[in-house]
């Protein structure tokens, strides 16, 4: 107090311009090193090896695969996953192999490969569990009987739960 009983009034001061614009600076550096390590973390990696060798089999694949004339349904329904293949007459596929990684499309650790059977009505079915809401995606990888590989990525949309 000053002599005549008043507070003296705060006056900014240097230290004080210092303290304040550290501070910022490390809360601003802080975030985008969380947001960075998180992002590099969740990081499902690589979609091939070589896209370039990929590259030149791309059209004669997709040519392959859409001469199939398949069209594909993914649904979850409880705790399975149903693969529903029809071919252009509308009648079920049955395949000579199917398989593929279902999980988030942002990170790898819900991943998992399902376990398919056929089921009485042509479609394939495997249990995939509970599942939290939101996006998942379905990669799918098939054989048709005559050997031509086909390829799908399919999203899927849970509610949350």
Do not use: C
Not at 24 to 53: C, D, H, Q, R, W
Not at 55 to 82: C, N, P
């Amino acid at each position: 107090m000053s002599e005549n009983g008043e507070k003296p009034e705060f006056e900014l001061k240097g230290k004080h311009v210092l303290a304040i614009t550290v501070s910022a600076f490390a809360v601003i550096i802080g975030v985008n090193l969380f947001m960075a390590f998180s992002a590099v973390g969740t990081f499902p990696g690589l979609e091939t090896k070589n896209s370039y060798v990929a590259s030149q089999q791309f059209d004669r694949l997709r040519e392959a695969q859409e001469a199939l004339g398949w069209t594909v349904q993914a649904e979850i329904e409880g705790e399975q996953l149903i693969i529903d293949i029809k071919d252009a007459e509308g009648e079920a596929v049955e395949v000579l192999r199917i398989a593929g990684i279902f999980g988030r499309a942002t990170h790898v650790k819900d991943d998992q490969t399902p376990e398919f059977n056929r089921s009485s009505s042509g479609a394939y079915v495997a249990h995939v569990g509970a599942l939290g809401g939101g996006y998942w995606n379905f990669r799918m990888e098939a054989t048709a009987k005559d050997g031509t590989p086909f390829q799908q990525l399919h999203q899927i949309y849970i509610a949350g739960r």
